[in-house]
């Protein structure tokens, strides 16, 4: 008898002691030619690959991606939307993580501790983004965790983004000549063109998208022909599920949708087109079935254009599912951040202005410039004067736009609210957004390359999807 209760014990130490699974990636990036819009382009290639490779994982695993960079100038990826617990450094943007020099390689060591949910990833420097480079993220749930929803038939990911055909460094030079993007030449549906790809589906089936807007300026809105779109998921938080007939993805925004093959048995379009623009881009998949008996025809579904308030109701219906397991069995729901009384306020507005002759964008009228030395290896170190804490506004100045890294101190503060208001064209320009943060969500500085000197902050609410910010900043905890 306690033999056996001494077996059992074992076992379950066994289990609880275990080490999580690891992945293994290796990556040469490489330029190569590629024709997502018919014509031939140089382009960041990962392992041959444009887009690059799908990392596919589970809650917890170890994830060791050793990127070798074969282009002729320094290279970095970011990891858009995956949490760096205690090793941001691993984050791969300027400010936290020092270039891949040309013939040289870097072994990045990620954990997806406690989370799930769609993700990608991207090039962070020399606005190479608009190259290439970029693919997708799959976190899965651990098999003991429940998901609020049956197992799909299948699951896709989808990254759709605006394209230029012009070179990514001629574009970079538009910016640092202190002019604004030109109107793209298309859009591209996981790396092609109008029809350029396809997906198959069992008629009465059910499948979850992973679609994520990897483009460089231009809000989306992704509809298909004849169906509905079931939100699930938003960047690793379940949401309540909500059905659409089309959904707006915005600049780094990742969505997941269930999509019942329900109609009769033929082709149909996926179709993605540009918000807020007096000239609508569009460019469409093929949404075919197995048993398909006619391929796809008529019209390209429309969608919504320039109507600025149908986008933010529609984010605003978003909310968090409080009932259904995250990573973790606990209800998302379960922490209780509403009784938490709020003790700061911060208010970031963004701009865009022209710094020292370059097109730059900037929160608070302070825009990114990279230190001489990465901030988190300046952090490790113990460096004196490489930031100054507390060097930003929390609340924004009628002031010209400077170069300076920015960082907000946020110590011993359970829960903050940020505000957020944009001079721009997205969220009724001029209106404050408001929306309550907690400290013990993820929070990541990740970079949007707009601008060379130009990243992305952004940070996950609990009751609303994600607000992206064209600048950068550094947040200590």
């Known amino acids: 008898m306690l033999l056996k209760f001494l077996a059992a014990f074992l076992l379950v130490l066994g289990f609880a002691t275990a080490e999580d699974p690891y992945r293994f990636f290796n990556w040469n990036v490489t330029y190569g030619d590629i024709y997502p819009l018919g014509v031939r382009q140089q382009g960041i290639l990962i392992n041959g690959q444009f887009p690059g490779p799908e990392i596919y994982s589970v809650t917890n695993d170890n994830l060791i991606i050793n990127v070798h960079n074969s282009l002729p100038e320094p290279f970095l990826i970011s990891w858009n939307g995956v949490q760096q617990r205690r090793n941001s450094y691993q984050d791969g943007v300027y400010g936290t993580t020092c270039p891949i020099p040309p013939g040289k390689n870097f072994t990045y060591t990620l954990q ?44 896709y990911s989808i990254l759709i983004g605006d394209w230029y055909k012009t070179d990514h460094k001629i574009l970079k030079g538009i910016l640092d000549r202190g002019h604004r993007l030109p109107f793209p030449d298309g859009i591209i549906i ?32 992704f509809r ?4 509905k779109l079931k939100l699930v998921e938003v960047e690793g938080t379940h949401t309540i599920q909500t059905t659409y007939d089309s959904l707006d ?97 911060i208010k970031l507005e963004s701009s865009a202005a022209q710094v020292s002759g370059k097109q730059r964008y900037a929160v608070n009228s302070v825009s990114f410039i990279p230190a001489d030395t990465p901030l988190k290896l300046a952090d490790y170190f113990k ?30 503060e359970p829960l903050w609210r940020l505000c957020f208001r944009t001079m ?49 900043g550094q947040l200590y905890t």
């Open 112 to 155: 997806v501790k406690d989370q799930i949910g769609s993700f990608y990833y991207f090039p962070s420097l020399a606005f190479h983004k608009a190259a290439g480079g970029f693919g997708a993220i799959k976190i899965l749930s651990s098999a003991r965790i429940p998901v609020p929803f049956p197992d799909p038939a299948g699951d």
């Open 224 to 227: 298909i022909q004849g169906h």
């Open 190 to 221: 996981n790396g092609h063109g109008p029809n350029g790809t396809y997906f198959t589906f069992d008629q009465g089936k059910t499948y979850r998208l992973r679609i994520s807007n990897v483009g460089l300026q231009n809000s989306l809105n």
């Open 249 to 345: 993805i915005h600049v780094g925004q990742s969505y997941s949708v269930l999509v019942t093959a329900d109609q009769a048995p033929q082709d149909y379009y996926i179709a993605v087109s540009t918000r807020f623009t007096s000239q609508v881009l569009t460019s469409t998949a093929v949404f075919h079935y197995s048993n398909s008996a006619r391929q796809v025809s008529g019209p390209i579904p429309a969608g919504p254009t320039t109507q600025t308030g149908w986008s933010l109701s529609q984010a605003l219906s978003i909310r968090t599912n409080l009932t259904a397991s995250g990573p973790r069995p606990n209800p998302q729901g379960s922490y209780h951040y509403g009784l938490v009384n709020v003790s700061r306020t």
């Open 424 to 472: 721009r064209t997205f969220c009724r320009a001029g209106t404050w957004m408001d929306t309550p943060f907690g400290l013990l969500e993820w929070m990541e500085a990740n970079g949007h390359q707009q601008a060379e000197t130009n990243t992305t902050l952004e940070m996950q609410s609990q009751e609303a999807p994600p607000r992206f910010i064209p600048s950068h």
């Open 383 to 412: 460096m004196v004067g490489f930031l100054k804490l507390e060097a930003s506004q929390i609340t924004p100045l009628a002031k010209r736009c400077t170069l300076t890294l920015q960082s907000w101190v946020l110590i011993s």
